[in-house]
């Protein structure tokens, strides 16, 4: 029996003419078939995940696949048993990934690297000549992450730009490898590598997702979990002998996959905590924020 609502991820880069336009519409198709998720649409394509049933979510796909602006995207579905959002939001940007290119911005349509399928990349991860480049968030690294892979140490992926112009002359000569979530951002992430003058770049095609839903590899050489933008934080990848938990929860140190937000709302810090610890921890990422908390509670007391 198939399960009760899918989740859908999608990107395609095309040009659309009038966002808002489409904004407009769109709004009203995902409401007509009761769907909930996020959605970016700008000049240079569309960017979602949406949830819904599978009757919906097949039109939707339906509907995507027919438009002249979306036509030959690809889909990763996923069985659920609920929405995965608690609100439908789509909106208008200019860039449908936020990386903050700017006046460097370009189009992945025209540049972009080679597109390696789940096979190929596993074969060449394990080549010597590789450089892995995880284009990701340090806190979906620290869930999961390729064996090998490199994380820049950067906060955003304007940041990125500098770290590749700094040590680009190390990749030289070498097979560079760009994985994400989905795929996205490592079109324009290989894309500007190339812009760079680097010549052997290539990408995940779809993405860690796809990675782990392919029969072949059955996700080989991923450890931990991937990070997923909704309500299910985190998927399996990995689905050999070889899977492993590589988080910890801060406050035992035991295997932990569950992330927190610190409850004291000026940290709000993600952390690793495991459910015995959250019931002693309440839920702070540590004692500094538990008595931050506390001396508000006090001071607010004290005021009145
Ligand atoms: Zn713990
Ligand atoms: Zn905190």
């Given at each position: 029996m198939s399960a009760p609502y899918q989740v859908l991820l999608y990107y395609f880069y095309n040009h659309f003419p009038d966002p808002e336009g489409y904004r407009e519409g769109h709004i009203e198709l995902c409401n007509r078939l009761q769907l909930r998720g996020r959605i970016l649409v700008g000049t240079e394509g569309i960017n979602g995940t949406v949830s819904g049933s599978p009757k919906n979510c097949a039109a939707y796909q339906d509907y995507m696949n027919n438009h002249p602006l979306t036509k030959g995207m690809e889909w990763k579905v996923d069985e659920v048993?609920?929405?995965?959002?608690p609100k439908l939001s789509i909106k208008v940007r200019e860039?449908?990934?936020?990386?903050?290119?700017?006046?460097e911005d370009f189009s992945p349509r025209d540049i972009t690297g080679e597109y390696l399928n789940p096979t190929l990349w596993q074969e060449m991860m394990k080549g010597d000549d590789t450089i892995i480049i995880d284009a990701r968030n340090q806190y979906e690294w620290e869930l999961g992450h390729f064996d090998g892979a490199l994380l820049p140490e950067v906060e955003s992926f304007r940041e990125l730009v500098d770290w590749v112009r700094e040590r680009k002359e190390n990749f030289q000569g070498k097979k560079v490898m760009t994985y994400c979530t989905g795929g996205i951002r490592c079109e324009k992430f290989s894309g500007f590598l190339k812009k760079e003058g680097l010549e052997d770049v290539y990408q995940l095609h779809g993405g860690i997702v796809t990675y782990g839903k392919d029969e072949q590899t059955?996700?080989?050489?991923?450890k931990g979990s991937c990070y997923v933008f909704d309500e299910r934080i985190k998927v399996p990848v990995n689905h050999t002998h070889t899977a492993e938990v590589i988080s910890s929860c801060i406050h035992c140190d035991s295997q932990s996959e569950r992330y927190l937000n610190c409850e004291w709302s000026p940290c709000n810090a993600r952390h690793f905590c495991c459910e015995a610890c959250e019931k002693k921890s309440h839920g702070y990422c540590g004692d500094a924020c538990y008595e931050a908390y506390m001396g508000s509670f006090a001071s607010s007391a004290l005021t009145e």
């Open positions: 048993n609920a929405h995965q959002f860039e449908i990934v936020p990386l903050g290119l700017k006046d059955k996700g080989a050489g991923w």
